[in-house]
């Protein structure tokens, strides 16, 4: 299993750690601060530094085929390092922050927005959720006055365990209709912005969010039956 160091600690730019495995073009470390694609959040990208000085792109990152692991992918014909081998990991700090901010944004948006949740997506440029809800309900302008205002509440997040037990019995909790917890660990992971937002969540999200800024809706569509898109961006 590769330990996830960002579930720790989202900020951390910098890490060293050895290499497990390298096969089919990625690489398998015993620790990573690369948060592997899932929630609809894009895997990080970054650089491994070899004790040489070698710098090795790493150009997605993904969960690994062994359950716990989390593949570096490697550029097509890239060096890559050796199993046992030591290496320092750089991410790509500003790609990870901009998708940080982002997504602590769809939380706040999703309390404005009060619908069920049938789909959602992050892009360093963009995001995304999609509602379960009438669309003569969604207005842009009103949708971006009030997420903006709860983020000039400027609430620390911060993240919150339970038991499978529990959010079995606080099925409120998950308003995504798409995507469920993985139950079967013993806990799960939840964001908590206090007087905000509680929901399970394994990604990666600022400490305050204030940090997250202005937010502007840059479109809304209709995307079939159930699925209303809300699409935002950094102002």
Known sequence: ?????????????????????????????????????????????????????????????????????????????????????????????????????????????????VAPVTGGQIAPDKARLDFDIDMALLDAARIAAETNALIERGVETRTVWITDEELDARPELVKTMSVQPPRGAGRIRLLEIPGIDLQPCGGTHVANIAEIGAIRVIRIRNEGRQNRRVEIALA
Do not use: N
Not at 57 to 75: F, N
């Open 1 to 113: 299993m590769t330990a996830l160091l960002f579930r720790d600690d989202a900020y951390l730019r910098t890490a060293t750690a050895r290499v497990v495995a390298v096969e089919q073009g990625a690489v398998t470390l015993d620790r990573t601060i690369f948060y592997p694609l899932g929630g609809g959040q894009p895997g990080d990208t970054g650089e491994l530094v070899r004790e040489s000085g070698e710098r090795i792109a790493i150009v997605d990152t993904r969960k690994g085929a062994v359950p716990g692991a989390v593949a570096h992918r490697l550029a097509p014909g890239a060096a890559a390092p050796e199993p046992g081998e030591s290496v320092t990991l750089e991410i790509d700090w500003e790609r990870r922050y901009r998708l940080m901010r982002l997504h602590t944004a769809l939380h706040v948006m999703s309390c404005v927005v």
